[in-house]
């Protein structure tokens, strides 16, 4: 019951989502054809449900040659690799919102752990890999909320940048993500959409924490 619901709410709201936010994606649209490399969506290969994977949509934000670039998939803060828009897309979640037609053809839902490229997802352990995406992947999720410094880190971190996802964002992700699927419910789904639009607003709060107390203990990355 708690799928079939939530299918609907996903498609209900995403097309409701979408005929709001048309008219201010196309000064958008325009600005990234005119500036940059002139594309204006970026497609890939994302890790999806049962491990299927599909093509995810966002707004360009990066040169397209960007994964052969510098620190490849990992983007840090100020990131030389980002077209003129590409900050404020990215430190908006603007970036994110062609994803609402994932949404509807039914490869992501608006909340769930966030879809992974094949060179991320390999980093899970295992056990993490078999059941992380048990659930539909998301356009947000409580690794999206948890991580929403995940650049600044990144950037301030002693360690390289592989290194600092190896040891620290990775193994916290898939603790993250699994708790979701243990936890998930149309409640725990919407304190989620809350937390997004709230940490975009506050990006330095803790108030995750608060609302489910009962997540996993975020060790080592503040002082890493």
Do not use: C
């Amino acid at each position: 019951m708690y799928k079939f619901i939530k299918r609907g709410i996903d498609i209900l709201i995403s097309f409701i989502a979408l005929l709001v936010v048309f008219p201010f994606m196309l000064p958008i649209v325009i600005i990234l054809l005119l500036t940059g490399e002139h594309y204006v969506f970026y497609l890939q290969d994302r890790i999806g449900y049962k491990n299927r994977k599909f093509k995810i949509f966002k707004f360009a934000t990066m040169l397209r040659d960007s994964p052969n670039m510098g620190t490849g998939i990992i983007t840090v803060r100020n990131d030389p690799r980002l077209l003129p828009l590409g900050k404020f897309l990215r430190m908006t979640k603007i970036n994110e919102l062609p994803q609402i037609l994932n949404v509807l053809k039914g490869d992501m839902s608006l909340v769930g752990p966030r879809p992974l490229m094949e060179k991320s997802f390999i980093q899970y352990s295992p056990e993490v890999q078999a059941k992380v995406y048990d659930s539909v992947p998301g356009i947000t999720g409580i690794g999206s909320v948890v991580f929403r410094d995940e650049e600044l880190l990144v950037t301030q971190s002693e360690l390289s940048p592989e290194e600092f996802y190896k040891k620290y964002i990775f193994p916290y992700k898939g603790e993250l993500e699994m708790w979701y699927n243990k936890n998930r419910s149309l409640r725990t789904d919407f304190l989620i959409l809350f937390l997004t639009f709230w940490v975009v607003l506050f990006p330095k709060s803790k108030l995750q924490y608060r609302v489910f107390r009962n997540l996993p203990q975020r060790t080592g990355l503040d002082a890493s």
